[in-house]
C-alpha cells in the first residue's frame, strides 16, 4: 500500500500525472483542489468559507484544510496520492503527525518541476469539466471536438482562477508559502523525487512510473 505525495506548483500537471498514478498502482486521488470544488458545487458551509480564497488565488486558511483533508485521509482504505495537499509547511506537518497517530506514513514524495513561464501557460489554457472533472488543454491536449469533453459530457469551461490575473497570484503564492514543503520534507528525512515536468504529458507520465516502479 502505497501512500504519496506530488507537489509542484499549480498547473505543472499534478492531477493529469495523476490519472496515471491512479490506473497503473490502484492508488485513491485524493485532490484537495477538487474536494473544495465539490464542497463549493454544493454550497456546503465548507464551500462558502473557501469560495472567496479561491477565486482570487488565495489559499484557504489552514485550520479548514488540515481539519477536511485529515478527514478524508482517516476514511481512506488502502493507498493514495495527495494532491494539492499539503500547500504550507503547517499542513506537512500536521499531516505527518496525524499519520503517526494511526501508524502509517508517506512513502514518497514527488515534486514535479516546471519553470514559471511554462505554468503561466499551462494554467490559463486549462479547460475543465465540470461534470466528470476531466482536464485538457487547448494546445497540449486537446478534447476531440473544440469546448467539449470527450466522454460526452458537454461544454468544457475554464476555471475562474484559471485566468491571467489570479494565476499571477497563485503562483506568487506558491514561491511564498508553497516552495517551502520540499524544504519541510527534506528535513524529516522523507524520500524526495523530483520529476522533469516540463516534458510532454507520456513522457512525464513515463518518468513517473518509472520512478515509482522501483519503490513497489
Ligand atoms: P495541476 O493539477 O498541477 O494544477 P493539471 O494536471 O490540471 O495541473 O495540468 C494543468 C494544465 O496543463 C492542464 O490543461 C493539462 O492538460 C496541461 N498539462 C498537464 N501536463 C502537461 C504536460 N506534461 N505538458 C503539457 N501540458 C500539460
Ligand atoms: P488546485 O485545484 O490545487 O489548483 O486548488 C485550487 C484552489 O483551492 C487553490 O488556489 C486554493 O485556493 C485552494 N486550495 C487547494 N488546496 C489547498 C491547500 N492544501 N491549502 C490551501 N488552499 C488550498
Keep these: 500500500m502505497m501512500r504519496l505525495v506530488l507537489l509542484g506548483p499549480p498547473g505543472a500537471g499534478k492531477g493529469t500525472a495523476c490519472m496515471s498514478i491512479i490506473e497503473n498502482y490502484g492508488l485513491i486521488h485524493m485532490s484537495s483542489g477538487d474536494i473544495l470544488r465539490a464542497e463549493r458545487a454544493a454550497n456546503s458551509e465548507l464551500g462558502q468559507k473557501a469560495q472567496g480564497y479561491m477565486d482570487s488565488g488565495q489559499l484557504v486558511p489552514d485550520d479548514v ?64 469539466c465540470p461534470a466528470c472533472g476531466g482536464v485538457y488543454h487547448i494546445i497540449n491536449l486537446k478534447p476531440k471536438v473544440e469546448g467539449q469533453c470527450d466522454k460526452g459530457c458537454g461544454e468544457l469551461t475554464q476555471r475562474a482562477d484559471d485566468v491571467p490575473e489570479v494565476v499571477a497570484n497563485r503562483l506568487k503564492i506558491y514561491h511564498e508559502q508553497t516552495a517551502a ?12 523525487i523530483e520529476i522533469n515536468a516540463n516534458q510532454a504529458v507520456d513522457d512525464v507520465k513515463a518518468s513517473v512510473i518509472a520512478e515509482l516502479d522501483k519503490l513497489s
Design 65 to 128: 484544510i488540515i481539519g477536511m483533508m485529515i478527514g478524508a485521509i482517516q476514511k481512506a482504505e488502502g493507498g493514495y496520492v495527495l494532491d494539492g495537499f499539503p500547500r504550507t509547511v503547517l499542513q506537512g506537518e500536521e499531516l505527518d503527525k496525524a499519520l503517526d497517530a494511526i501508524g502509517g506514513k508517506i512513502d514518497a514524495v514527488l515534486d514535479l518541476q516546471v519553470p514559471d513561464e511554462v505554468i503561466e501557460a499551462r494554467m490559463t489554457g486549462r479547460r475543465s
Design 181 to 192: 514543503v520540499v524544504g519541510y520534507y527534506k528535513s524529516v528525512d522523507k524520500k524526495i
